[in-house]
């Protein structure tokens, strides 16, 4: 046992996605394709006598996280850091679930391979219905495409062969356990629909074409995100939703060329690690 470890584990924004229920929550998850960021998430995990955590310096209640330490067996104080904004569609909860697997690991010298701690954190997330692949992508790092759902064991990954400059806007918070729990068989064709078209073109424009018709045929535009893509599309740029949060994202400087004053970041080529 050491007296503590830290993960850095990639933001990451799903571009379209299809939900894929299972009784086994390892096998449940999603299809779908996204960006990591090199805006990330760090977790650091300490041994203690009860279990806390904290979210850049604040308590905070993140149940894929307590549901993580309870599967590896340990008390801990978990404390993470980062500049996404919580809940609107950046991968925070499954990226402390996965820094806090990753780190808790090496933290208690629990030996378990990074499958099995992708696997935990993946299951965890699920069961507390707050993402469905935010943790398998973020494993893995660049611009992943999930072919089908589930934790590391069953999910068959690929990936976009690029890089980018990735600018977005947040304009405020969607719940992910809302729409989850809602009648998702329009979200999942629309899901199918867009995963088809990058699977048979890999591309970056490709992905976001896709998912911007998927965010619209699922019927998720917020007024304020249909708004920016509208004014990126007027500048001759590409722009989409992030998966789920009422935020615009863009692939270049679409969103700066419109006008708009963007958090300006990068693919991230990476998966999470730990440091």
């Known amino acids: 046992m050491t007296d503590e470890a830290t ?5 990451h924004i799903t571009g379209f996605f299809s939900s894929h229920p299972d009784d086994d929550p390892t096998k449940a998850g999603s299809r779908g394709a996204g960006v990591t960021l090199a805006e990330g998430v760090e977790v650091t995990v300490r041994p203690a006598s ?10 905070i209640d993140v149940a894929p996280v307590g549901r993580v330490l309870d599967a590896l067996d340990v008390t801990a104080s978990v404390s993470a850091a980062t500049d996404l904004p919580l809940g609107a569609g950046f991968g925070v909860s499954g990226a402390m679930a996965l820094g806090a697997a990753l780190a808790a690991n090496r933290a208690f ?4 391979s990074a499958n099995e701690l992708v696997t935990v954190a993946h299951g965890a997330e699920v069961q507390s219905g707050t993402g469905l692949g935010d943790v398998v992508a973020q494993a893995r790092g660049g611009v992943p495409i999930r072919l089908e759902p589930g934790g590391p064991q069953h999910n068959l990954m690929d990936a976009i062969p690029a890089q980018a400059r990735v600018e977005y806007v947040s304009f405020g918070e969607l719940s992910t356990e809302d729409v989850l729990a809602g009648n998702t068989n329009r979200l999942t064709e629309a899901g199918k629909t867009a995963l088809s078209r990058v699977v048979g073109e890999p591309t970056l424009r490709s992905f976001v074409y896709a998912s911007r018709a998927f965010a619209r045929e699922a019927g998720l535009l917020t007024d ?7 004014d990126v599309n007027d500048v001759d740029g590409e ?10 994202f863009a692939l270049g400087s ?3 060329d419109a006008g ?3 958090v300006v970041t990068r693919t991230h080529p990476a998966g999470a690690t730990v440091r």
């Open 7 to 11: 993960a850095f584990v990639p933001g």
């Open 50 to 59: 009860q279990t806390t955590v904290s979210l850049n310096d604040g308590s």
């Open 109 to 112: 010298d629990r030996r378990l």
């Open 224 to 230: 304020r995100v249909r708004g920016a893509i509208l």
């Open 239 to 248: 722009a989409s939703m992030a998966m789920l949060g009422d935020t615009v």
């Open 254 to 256: 679409g969103l700066s």
């Open 260 to 262: 708009y004053d963007p």
